[in-house]
């Protein structure tokens, strides 16, 4: 890295990075746990299940975006000599950091469902698509500020995450077209790099 310059990783490539593991350890924890009958029973787990995908998707979609918004209207450009992180690197870091805690999640998905099956995979599952959605509203974010949002990769932490936690102090900005990655964070098409 050149002296002066900052490690950035995409504020949504970060966002979006838990959304596709979260989904399929939930559709998975879902899906396995809907064979056990449960305490409930499997009509009464799967209302449920029903219930808690959608409010969890709807509150982490909605969480902390007074922060977000807050951080993306201090945005300062960034410098020259910042690196920008590649999308795959940043979705690579996130994953290896939260290995444990999938697992961790996934097992506790499989064991709730003696007791309601199929919930705790839906509620997983919500929480990925949550994320999904979150991110979706920072990519318009980024195209009605024209900027794309980065990051301090030192201020995610150890386990690549928390793009809006306590440690990061202010967004940098980049063209729409700096990157690997298109707002939203999702990969950039082909036709976009011509």
Known sequence: MARGGQGLARVAVVVRAGAAPLWWVGVFGAGIGV????????????????????????????????RYADLARGVARAGKHDVLQDRAVTVRNWRRGHRWWLLLAFAAALGSSFAVPAAGGMLLAGAGTGLRLKAAWLGRRERSLDTLLWVRVDWLGGRGGSPAGKAVKAYRGTGIAAGDAAPGGARRRDAALV
């Open 35 to 66: 064979l056990p009958p449960g305490v409930t029973g499997r009509r009464i787990g799967v209302l449920a299940g029903a219930a808690l995908f959608l409010v969890t998707a709807v509150v982490v979609a909605l969480a902390r975006r007074r």
